[in-house]
């Protein structure tokens, strides 16, 4: 069985929700990115990233994000140590391969700020040092639907870290009953054994990074990107960064689909999540409708004219 199988088949066997689910999570992992799982309470977010890291042999951290928490907290500290008459740095929960902050959304943008540098650069400054992250380094972020009270809305440089934003919905009747017949989140998770190392991990990285994508494919891409900023009905298109992202978040599912090149088919299902949280409507400026991006880039991705 292929590597990448195993490890989607040891999240399957915990995690009874959407398989398209996980082979998105897949992609986070593959394209160097971080994951934000946006949902109600208790449709199996936290399930889903603790299967993940539990799936790879690796440094495992979790963050559970309140209002008082504080980047010190996430990041580490310098303690004065009395033999040796130095200061010693302890280092945070961030400093692991895949990091779950749980529920991101309920902390202060302080904090939430915080999170930036380790996301983007795969380091931190602390007391005039920058230090390297483990590799490989992933944050799998969750929050709740922004209308629940005690929820502080992301800023918009901090939701364009996030290579994807996923959504999971409520599961189907069937999956339900698997569910509470086998408790898999409470029995099997805790027994869930690694099937790749960090090694692994990183070479199957470097695979998706050199996965084929024809020129008409590029085009394709930045034809959508390029609707984003000409759109009437969007305040904010999607960025180089977001175009970029969309490139490797496509790589990345060819890769999982156990291809060296990409077809168009990858870049319509990684649209919505790629981009949708990366474009501004003008209806959230003017009343906060959060849904109108994912509508809009819908719209754009049926206009595009795609290639054979």
């Known amino acids: 069985m292929q590597p990448l199988e195993r490890l989607r088949k040891n999240i399957e066997s915990v995690y009874f929700g959407r398989p398209q ?25 936290t399930v889903l990233a603790r299967a993940l890291a539990r799936s790879i042999n690796c440094q495992f951290s979790r963050i559970q994000l309140t209002p008082d928490l504080l980047p010190s907290d996430i990041l580490g500290v310098s303690v004065y140590n009395q033999e040796k008459q130095n200061f ?19 902390t202060t943008p ?62 189907r009747r069937d999956q339900e009953v698997a569910i509470l017949r086998e408790q898999p989140g409470r029995i099997r998770l805790e027994h869930l054994e690694p099937v ?8 199957l990285q470097g695979q998706a990074a050199q996965v084929k994508l024809e020129p008409v494919l590029l085009d394709y891409i930045l034809d959508i990107v390029q609707m984003t900023r000409q759109h009437e009905m969007l305040h904010t298109g999607i960025s180089p960064r977001g175009s970029l992202a969309l490139m490797q978040a496509v790589q990345a599912l060819a890769l999982v689909n156990q291809r060296d090149y990409a077809i168009p088919d990858d ?12 474009v501004i409507s003008r209806s959230y400026m003017a009343n906060g409708d959060l849904s109108a991006a994912e509508r809009i880039m819908q719209e754009i ?8």
Do not use: W
């Open 88 to 106: 010693e740095f302890k280092p945070g929960p961030v400093f692991a391969n895949i990091v779950l902050a749980d529920e991101v959304n309920r």
């Open 301 to 308: 991705l049926q206009k595009v004219p795609c290639p054979a």
């Open 21 to 45: 689910t996980i082979v998105h999570l897949l992609v986070g992992l593959l394209a160097r990115g971080h994951v934000l799982i946006e949902d109600v309470p208790g449709v199996g977010k």
């Open 267 to 278: 870049v319509k299902e990684l649209v919505i999540p790629v981009c949708a949280h990366r």
């Open 196 to 203: 790749l190392s960090t090694e692994e991990v990183r070479a």
């Open 110 to 171: 302080r904090t939430q700020s915080s999170l930036l540098e380790a996301m983007n650069d795969s380091s931190v400054s602390v007391d005039g040092r920058t230090m390297p992250l483990p590799q490989p380094f992933m944050v799998v972020a969750t929050q709740n639907p922004f209308e629940f009270e005690g929820t502080y809305f992301l800023p918009e440089n901090q939701l364009d870290r996030f290579l994807l934003r996923l959504q999971l919905g409520y599961p």
